[in-house]
């Protein structure tokens, strides 16, 4: 299997840290968060990924090298424009397209089960895409999921406090049939000037494409700041 990881951002939230290094090398646990990322996708399974590289992606390229490190088959894609998340990707389409693939963020911390989980849901269930989602109990500052038993019925974007329609949030990892990238290609600019990755979810439900949920009950942090990045190095030295 095959893996797309995004690792252009330079994560502005993180400014003091981040001005020096890309943020998916800032260091958990005494590794950089992207290394936790490929090492959890090698366990699943994955033996080529995709990483996408922009903000100072010598310092990426320098410290996995091609992936042997990883045990991973690794190459880099340029995201020339930083535009979103929606297509982002879109570098590593053609890598991606002879089957389903592996979609994660670079600072996304989950346990390595948590991917190996997905796979065989993915295998027991073909789907579309099969979104990891994950129950916060502040779910606003995030998009948030709508679902029955085993279909997303919507996501919502940041809802204001109170109309939340569950507590269940976009976890940031995914599992895709190379379908995934039509819907990409159809993304406008958002209001913010930016491609949205949630909009292609969006398409994909309001053309019935099998979008299914996947419940995340492991360990799991969206490292966006210092105080998510001091909490992280904290549970992960705490690990087993």
């Known amino acids: 299997m095959k893996a797309v990881v995004l690792a252009a951002g330079k994560g502005t939230r993180m400014r003091e840290i981040t001005d020096t290094i890309p943020k998916p090398m800032v260091e958990v646990g005494g590794r950089p ?22 903000y100072k992606r010598e310092t990426i390229e320098s410290y996995f090298g ?30 991606l397209a002879d089957g389903p693939f592996f979609f994660s963020f670079g600072d996304i911390l989950t346990e390595p089960k948590a991917y190996v989980e ?20 502040d779910p606003y500052a995030f998009g948030v999921v709508e679902a029955d038993c085993d279909r997303i019925l919507r996501i919502v974007e940041k809802p204001a406090p109170g109309t939340a329609p569950s507590n269940w949030v976009n976890a940031g990892i995914f599992l895709a049939d ?24 969006r398409m994909m439900i309001a053309d019935e494409r099998v979008v299914r949920p996947h419940r995340l009950h492991s360990y799991w942090r969206d490292v966006g700041t210092p105080e998510d990045l001091a909490a992280a190095d904290r549970e992960l030295k705490r690990e087993p």
């Open 33 to 54: 968060m992207l290394w936790h990322v490929l090492r959890a996708l090698k366990g699943a399974g994955a033996t080529e990924v995709a990483v996408i590289v922009g």
């Open 178 to 201: 190379p379908v995934f990238f039509e819907y990409t290609a159809k993304l406008d600019l958002s209001p913010r000037g930016e491609y949205e990755l949630p909009d292609a979810f």
């Open 118 to 137: 997905m796979v065989e849901r993915f295998e027991d269930e073909p789907t579309d895409l099969l979104l990891a989602v994950r129950w916060v109990e």
């Open 66 to 95: 091609d992936g042997a490190e990883v045990g991973l088959d690794v190459r880099y894609f340029v995201q020339k424009v930083q535009d979103g998340t929606g297509k982002a990707a879109e570098p590593a389409r053609e890598f």
